[in-house]
């Protein structure tokens, strides 16, 4: 028979007599000694630990201080329960390293809940922090013993416990000095979860890691939870038949909300609501060809055939499109299907890698459509330069470009520079004694050229450029300006795309410019890529600037200005800035010069 008791005498033993039954009911390897009648300060007692079930001294593990709370109740509160605590108790908590709180729901002398919270330090010490001023209590939030047992509660706090020494958490360390973070949370269970929301009904504890040791930061509950990976799409058709897409998808999850947002290769926003069971969708983002090459073909079969199965915590749920004007929107994505694929062969003329995401999207419609009328429509269009002369053009494409060359007297206008099947065009330079010679075509490539083409080969510039410089010292010496020139916007190349090769090709011009001639600007650029590659020179390579100074004449200011850049030397680095600045022609093309780049991290 079941007895109402009244007591509160009564009901702290009956929420001894609860906690004990659950241990030994459970054969668990804890041993209670727990007081009636608050006879400690803030403590009823501690739970010995041990590492199993057994007597023996050599069994022990640690000694687990607990508080316990009675409450009579008409009904239980669930899952969770909520209590009071005075902050002098939290004090003393802290004190004493932390302590396990249960609380006893009872109904009758036969009817009781038992729950727990595991108060560690760290939420002890921010519970003391944040109730400063005017804090009496504080609200603790307990759950359910039914979901675990207490010895796991217990070795979970006795884990974390040794993560979470005061002086550590008392050094108050942020989260930005630290460049390894871990989380843990001491309530959720081993086991993987299938329900994501899951997730939203534990805390964690974020450590900051710095030479092995593990610094108690923060405790924090999750708001949105951001996952990513495979995700398979089951489309009904109409005639019963199924169609499965497997897309890559990111998947937030927020809390107290009864949707989520699927953005499905990096590109097509999916926002599912499970409550009413319908989706909408968003297809503004294109991202890459390859999303679109993706998305667009699922998204038009679901327009056409309706029903729509994604799989959502280990289950299949189905979603009812919410869309009205269904065949308007269904023909603007079949027009934007056709002209991705389109698009697609202009890539694979140009041998584009379809995984570029698109950098800058404002104007990439009517870029696509300039590309498909050029290449795909044969549309002619002439560069704005004189049409008469062969150059490169460029036209872009999502914030960077494809880079073709213009040859007005072939019958395709616009070539792929990059292919070997025309990389053996020479173009004319002129020399010091205005003699016109041939020359490979790309030492007419200019710096943004060289970083950003999203077709370019640089293995191919490379042996292009080695095969000319081969046997032939009297052409490369007589337009070794122009050679320098090109070497300078390689480098400059490579501080906007770092790109190695590109100090590869400069190297490889500038080493042979130096056996045929040598001079103190060659020196220079070949110093300028040995302080990119390393970050310091070698003492052999700044004694050969400092000999340079001795040698140098003071009016030789640029000379200057560069060999105090590459030594470092700030100060007179700006002191000749200063007097090159007097020539506004002069200083403007200093600025342009990858040297300029060098001094700028000397800032």
């Known amino acids: 028979m079941a007895y109402e008791l009244q007591s509160s005498s009564y009901n702290e033993k009956l929420s001894i007599n609860a906690i004990e039954n659950h241990i030994f009911s459970n054969q668990l390897p804890i041993i209670p000694f727990i007081n009636s009648g608050d006879k400690e300060v803030s403590f009823d007692g501690y739970l010995q630990v041990n590492t199993k079930v057994s007597d023996n001294k050599k069994d022990f593990l640690k000694k687990v201080d607990v508080q316990v709370k009675s409450k009579k109740v008409k009904r239980y509160t669930g899952k969770k329960a909520k209590f009071q605590l005075d902050i ?127 610094y108690p930061l923060d405790t924090v509950s999750m708001l949105e939870i951001i996952s990513k990976g495979p995700m398979v799409f089951v489309i009904e058709k109409i005639n019963g038949e ?20 699927i953005v499905v290769e990096d590109s097509l926003e999916l926002e599912f609501n499970f409550k009413e069971s319908t989706f909408k969708f968003n297809a503004n983002k294109l991202n890459s060809l390859k999303s679109q090459l993706k998305t667009l073909p699922f998204i038009i079969e679901v327009l056409e055939e309706g029903n729509l199965y994604l799989e959502i915590d280990g289950v299949y749920k189905k979603a009812v499109i919410n869309l009205e004007g269904r065949e308007d929107v269904l023909d603007r994505i079949k027009h934007s299907e056709n002209k991705v694929r389109n698009l697609a062969r202009v890539y694979e003329k140009f041998n584009v890698d379809k995984n570029f995401v698109f950098l800058n999207e404002d104007m990439i419609d009517g870029e696509m459509d300039k590309l498909i009328s050029v290449f795909i429509e044969n549309e002619i269009v002439k560069p704005s330069q004189d049409s008469e002369s062969p150059c490169f053009v460029k036209f872009n494409l999502g914030g960077s470009f494809i880079t073709t060359f213009y040859s007005p007297k072939n019958k395709i206008l616009y070539l792929d520079p990059f292919s070997k099947e025309i990389n053996n065009i020479l173009i004319s330079a002129k020399t010091g004694d205005d003699i016109y010679i041939s020359i490979p075509m790309y030492i007419a490539l200019e710096t943004e050229l060289l970083a950003n083409s999203l077709n370019i080969n640089y293995k191919l510039i490379y042996d292009s450029i080695e095969i000319f410089l081969v046997d032939n010292d009297s052409n490369v010496k ?19 795309c770092n790109e190695m090769i590109l100090l590869d090709i400069a190297k490889l011009i500038l080493n042979k410019l130096k056996k045929l001639e040598d001079s103190h600007a060659t020196d220079i650029n070949l110093l300028q890529i040995e302080k990119r590659l390393t970050k310091s020179l070698t003492v052999e390579s700044q004694t050969l600037l400092i000999n ?29 800035l200063k007097k090159i600045k007097k020539d506004e022609d002069e200083f403007n093309y200093l600025q342009e010069q990858p040297i300029f780049n060098l001094l700028k991290e000397l800032l």
């Open 88 to 214: 002098e108790d939290i004090k003393n908590y802290y004190k004493q390293f932390g302590c396990i709180l249960l609380l006893v729901q009872i109904k009758d002398s036969l009817n009781m809940k038992i729950y727990y919270k595991q108060l560690l330090p760290l939420e002890l010490y921010e519970t003391l922090e944040s109730t400063k001023k005017d804090g009496k209590s504080k609200s603790i939030e307990l759950r359910e013993l039914d979901e675990t047992n207490l010895y796991t509660v217990c070795m979970k706090f006795i884990r974390e416990l040794d993560k979470q020494p005061k002086a550590l958490i008392e050094l108050e360390e942020k989260p930005d000095k630290f460049s390894q973070m871990r989380i843990s949370s001491i309530t959720m269970r081993n086991e993987l979860k299938e329900n994501l929301t899951e997730f939203f009904d534990h805390s964690y504890t974020i450590y900051g890691v710095k030479e092995g040791i593990e």
């Open 242 to 261: 199924l169609s499965k897409y497997g897309l890559n998808i990111t998947e937030t999850v927020k809390k107290g909300k009864n949707y989520r947002i």
């Open 478 to 496: 007589s337009i070794s300006a122009t050679l320098t020139n090109f070497c300078l916007r390689c480098i400059s190349a490579y501080d906007l």
């Open 548 to 576: 340079m100074l001795d040698q140098s004449d003071n009016e030789e200011v640029i000379l200057r200005f560069c060999v105090n850049v590459l030594l470092d030397n700030k100060p007179m680095a700006d002191f000749y």
